[in-house]
């Protein structure tokens, strides 16, 4: 599972070759915004050679190709796809086609690399206005959508309003997102929290995005990753109820009850899918009832 994504400029080697011992989930090779276009060329070859030469275990590799409406973007993934990254970050994404227009490409290189069909997942990346308004049929729009992505700095410039830390201008955008994701049963990301300097304003903004239903967050500076993986992960309280929601229904069963309370609250079908999840989260974290805090 992937709590948080730390993004690392592509034309950067110092950071590239570190990048997966600074305690993100996955790192995002850019290849857009951090790099000038006469630097493209080089980023290109420096994140292959990255992807191709340094061990991410244990991290999962993303790499954030060119819009498709730029003369990059295809160089891109003839670059990296052969290295299997795990994901492929879509920027610009404002409709289906767009999504499908990558995926078509993206399918084609994989028959020529002998890869499995759908082998290297697509994470659009929402960032218009366009792109909201369209954001579930984004989503649904192919077997290789893994996730959506929101990316508010340029939404807002899209939005004509200013970007603030409380974020009330993006409220909308998120919301749309992680609707539109659950719906079309992918996964969703919340954009970073730009400020670096703010280390309190990171942990309001990832509870935030936690409590909307986000399944993690990106970040732009590692300081900000114990806030993501802390905030995303389950707490002891969490797992422990997790459990005892599964033994009730459990005791339930073997009682041969239709229905049964746990706290002064009766157990219902959507709280045995939450402590079900956050069971499968606990596991696929290595965490326990002991060790969860």
Known sequence: ???SMLFLPGNNPNMLINGSVLGADAVIFDLEDAVSPAEKDAARVL????????????????????????????????????????????PKTGTAQDALTADAYITELEEKLGLP???????????????????????????????????????????RCKRTKEGREIEYARTRLVVAARAADVEVYDTPFTDVNDDEGIWTDAELAKALGFTGKAAISPRHLEAINQTFSPTLAEIDYAYEVLEAIAMAKAQGKGAIALRGKMIDAPIVARAQRTIEMAEQLGLDRRDAE
């Open 1 to 3: 599972m992937i709590r």
């Open 47 to 90: 994140v292959r050679n990255t992807l191709r030469y340094m061990d991410f275990t244990g991290c999962q590799r993303i790499v954030r190709i060119n819009s498709t409406d730029t003369a990059y973007w295809k160089a891109d993934l003839d670059a990296v796809l052969p290295e299997k990254p795990e994901l492929i970050l879509l």
């Open 117 to 159: 069909a759908n082998s290297v997942g697509l994470m659009p990346l929402i960032e218009t206005a366009l792109g909201v308004e369209n954001a579930y049929a984004i989503a649904a729009s192919c077997k290789r959508i893994h996730a959506l992505f929101l990316g508010a700095e340029d939404l807002t410039a899209d939005l």
